[in-house]
């Protein structure tokens, strides 16, 4: 099931996710995807049986490089392991790297200053 992040807040130096979809009962699986060609970065969270994905769309992008340094947590309980260390690997990654297409890579590095 892909849940889209509508909404990220800062909470005592923490961020808090929120999403479109009513809340689930989910553990991070500490890995961050890209979905190149909807302009998504995926946190993969498993429930027991499948992988969920938590997608932050470009509108996101600009609080996520604003919050590189925080903790994440999903509906403000969850915490997204390995959120901070992934996204960084990924952005080392795309960085002129144009296998995640060029219009993907051109805006992440505009967004994230790469």
Same mark, same amino acid.
């Not at 689930?24 to 946190?43: C, E, I, N, R, W």
């Given at each position: @099931?892909?849940?889209?992040?509508?909404?990220?807040?800062? !909470?005592?130096?923490? !961020?808090?996710?929120? &999403?479109?979809?009513?809340? @689930? @009962?989910?553990?991070?699986? #500490?890995? %961050?995807? &890209?979905?190149?060609?909807?302009?998504?970065?995926?946190? %993969? %969270?498993?429930? #027991?049986?499948?992988y969920h994905h938590l997608r932050f769309v470009e509108e996101t992008w600009q609080m996520m490089n604003l919050y590189q340094d925080k903790k994440w947590f999903l509906y403000g309980t969850i915490e997204l392991d390995r959120f901070n260390e992934e996204f960084a690997m990924l952005l080392d990654n795309i960085e002129g790297n144009h296998n995640y297409g060029k219009p993907f890579v051109e805006r992440v590095e505009e967004v994230f200053e790469l």
């Open positions: @099931m892909n849940l889209h992040v509508n909404e990220i807040k800062l !909470v005592d130096h923490e !961020v808090h996710v929120f &999403t479109e979809e009513e809340p @689930m @009962m989910v553990q991070p699986a #500490g890995q %961050l995807l &890209t979905d190149s060609d909807h302009f998504q970065f995926v946190y %993969l %969270l498993d429930d #027991g049986n499948v």
